[in-house]
């Protein structure tokens, strides 16, 4: 008998108080019984949508036509959603159909794998469990509940969600489940790739991350999405998805670090593209993927090194030190000190706060212009370049006086 929230109880009393059944589903089920605590709390009713909205003073109807209301209870979001079937799929991606059940049974039937079927009263006390659920746990297994290839055929993405929670849970899959994803490889195809991404990332950033990685390359899923993977030398392969698992769990970092020693920067961008990653996270990690390589850096003279950071910016510094030391941890286990001493030197001159962009020089372009005695032209701009390489090799020039007499010599050297 694990601690349940208050509010969600409540909920859930005040449900069976107006004559309906009403449970805990699902992840919560799973995970309370695995003595992990619950990331949410989702309660199942045999109430409908009205009725729901009218036991509780406050509801949100976040998504009515699918049976779901948001109580307002004690502080806290509580979705109930009515207990339904799914009537035919038609392309193995979303049901046309969703009917309303008074019967818990009914609604655990259309759950995916049978850990997820299982249903939890905690005031009433009733605990359902028709598919073995419990057993499975135990027994650490992902199975379909009923028949693997019509589930799969029903909704494609689901052979991804059993790699997903097989990876997450450290879990291994039933035979007639992983036996049955191959054949279901062409209604995966069909899922949008947010549906995808979501279930990818979820796997990337779990401990087990590296199995989940090799499991989704031998069933055949990753050929459909990573193919950049999935076709990779096996050595290259096993190196990429032990440096993934080596980073941080973010799933920049993790991303970057799979792909760095694997594609050019310019198809980590294509990949992030392809999986829906938004905007902002494919920069990144195409920003990771581009500078990972900071070996070569090894014994540099510092303005090199400098060079980096003004590439990389103070802001990724931290980022690209932990995918590059994830990835030359699995490469070159043995020279990791003077990579570790590279690392610490980028962070100690980052420290110097050294200026790292043309906004940060001494002078800016109105004071380039007047120097140079010219007004908006190509030529600021090259000026403005050469100064900052200027820096870059030796910071304390970053005077306005310094900055003056380097521009004059150069005007002098260009013969203008
Ligand atoms: P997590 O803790 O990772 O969120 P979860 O079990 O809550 O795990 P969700 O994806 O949030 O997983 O789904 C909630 C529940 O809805 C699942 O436990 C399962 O019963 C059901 N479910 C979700 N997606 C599907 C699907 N594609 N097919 C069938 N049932 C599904
Ligand atoms: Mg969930």
């Known amino acids: 008998d694990a601690p349940v ?11 069976r108080e107006e004559g309906h059944a009403a449970y805990l ?14 990331k949410d709390f989702d309660v199942a009713s045999s109430a409908w949508p009205e009725e729901v909205q009218r036991a509780f003073p406050k509801v949100i109807p976040t998504g009515l036509q699918h049976g779901t209301v948001t109580v307002l209870m004690g502080g806290m979001h509580v979705e109930v959603t009515t207990f339904r079937s799914e009537g035919d799929y038609h392309d193995g991606r979303r049901p046309n159909t969703v009917t309303f ?4 049974a009914k609604d655990l039937a259309r759950r995916d794998f049978t850990i997820n079927a299982m249903a939890w009263d905690p005031a009433g006390g009733h605990f359902v469990d028709p598919f073995g659920g419990q057993e499975d746990l135990g027994r650490r297994l992902i199975r379909c509940v009923g028949s693997a290839l019509e589930r799969f055929s029903e909704d494609g993405l689901r052979p991804l969600r059993a790699v997903r929670f097989a990876a997450v849970l450290d879990f291994t899959l039933d035979p007639a489940t992983q036996a049955a994803i191959p054949p279901s490889l062409p209604v995966f195809r069909k899922v949008a790739m947010e549906r995808v991404r979501e279930e990818f990332v979820k796997l990337l950033l779990s401990r087990r991350a590296e199995f989940g990685l090799e499991l989704l390359a031998d069933t055949g899923l990753l050929e459909v999405f990573l193919p950049e993977l999935a076709q990779a030398e096996p050595e290259a392969a096993h190196r990429a998805r032990a440096a993934a698992l ?10 970057a670090a799979l792909l760095a020693d694997l594609v050019e920067p310019q198809r980590a961008e294509e990949i992030g593209v392809r999986l829906k990653f938004p905007t902002k996270c494919i920069e990144r990690i195409r920003l990771l993927v581009t500078h990972a390589g900071v070996e070569h850096l090894v014994g540099a003279p510092d303005p090199a090194l400098r060079r980096l950071l003004s590439k990389v910016g103070l802001a990724q510094l931290e980022a690209l030190c932990a995918v590059a030391r994830a990835r030359l941890q699995v490469r070159e286990p043995a020279r990791m000190p003077e990579f570790e001493a590279l690392l610490e030197r980028l962070l100690a001159l980052a420290a110097t706060k050294p200026p790292l962009s043309p906004k940060e020089l001494a002078l800016n372009g109105g004071a380039i212009m007047s120097a140079l005695g010219v007004g908006p032209s190509p ?18 020039r970053n005077t306005p006086e310094t900055l003056r007499e380097l521009l004059t010599s150069w005007r002098q050297a260009r013969g203008a």
């Open 379 to 396: 030529m600021v701009g090259e000026a403005t370049r050469f100064l900052m390489e200027q820096v870059l090799d030796e910071p304390s």
């Open 101 to 104: 059940e008074r019967d818990i």
């Open 246 to 255: 080596a980073a941080p769990a973010e799933v920049e970092l993790r991303m």
């Open 25 to 38: 589903v699902g992840g919560c089920v799973r995970d309370t019984l695995r003595g992990v605590a619950p």
């Open 5 to 15: 929230p208050p509010p969600i109880r409540k909920v859930i009393e005040r449900l």
